[in-house]
């Protein structure tokens, strides 16, 4: 990719803080590029309509250009294409989203492929949002998230195969999830996390952090 040229994309913002006196920086992730960092200065004083409110847990149609001099890419502009602002009426669920959101940026390296996780992970803000499915949808992302880096394990038998399939699809809007108890649910969510600990990825504590 050469320094000056124009990239566009989706985008959704895992992490935003002030950054100076009208600025914003902004950190997130897209399904072509993984995790993907901004600073945005001045977005509080150029309004609205070319910087529309870069809220937490809101996906953006964005357009950046790469500069190898600098750390951070050129925000040339941004579209809102959802709000997924009712997780706030779920405390649970925003301290779950919250987590995870933690756990992709610490995780997903910068300029490679992440479409599995960004769908993942964007199916699970729609239904937090809506108030549902809390331990349903963390192991979904987290079978995206093991799929996406080749760590998922190889079934020792055909059910084990149907299984991986079935959350996979799952994961990525392709089927509905299973009807697992609660109990198993939480089964799966304790191996996915022991996976993802083999692997060097220690997930946090389920409480919240500052955006």
């Not at 949808?137 to 020792?156: C, I």
């Not at 060097?200 to 389920?206: D, M, N, R, T, V």
Request: aromatic content about 10%.
């Amino acid at each position: 990719m050469h320094s000056g040229k124009t990239q566009s994309g989706n985008y959704i913002i895992l992490r935003h803080s002030p950054f100076q006196e009208s600025g914003l920086l902004l950190s997130g992730i897209s399904p072509e590029r993984g995790r993907l960092d901004f600073i945005v200065r001045g977005a509080k004083s150029q309004g609205k309509k070319k910087f529309p409110v870069a809220g937490l847990f809101r996906e953006m149609r964005i357009e950046y250009r790469m500069d190898h001099e600098n750390s951070f890419p050129n925000l040339k502009s941004m579209e809102l294409i959802a709000r997924f602002d009712g997780i706030s009426a779920h405390t649970s669920h925003y301290l779950s989203a919250c987590t995870l959101a933690k756990f992709l940026l610490d995780n997903t390296r910068p300029m490679l492929d992440s479409s599995e996780i960004y769908t993942a992970f964007r199916l699970l803000l729609t239904r937090y949002a809506e108030g549902r499915e809390l331990t349903e949808r963390a192991v979904l992302l987290k079978t995206a998230f093991l799929s996406g880096n080749g760590m998922l394990p190889e079934p020792d038998n055909r059910n084990g195969e149907e299984l991986l399939e079935t959350l996979f699809s799952a994961s990525q809007g392709m089927a509905e999830p299973p009807l697992f108890s609660q109990d198993y649910w939480e089964k799966l969510d304790r191996r996915f996390d022991l996976l993802l600990r083999q692997n060097g990825f220690p997930l946090l504590e389920k409480t919240p952090f500052r955006v």
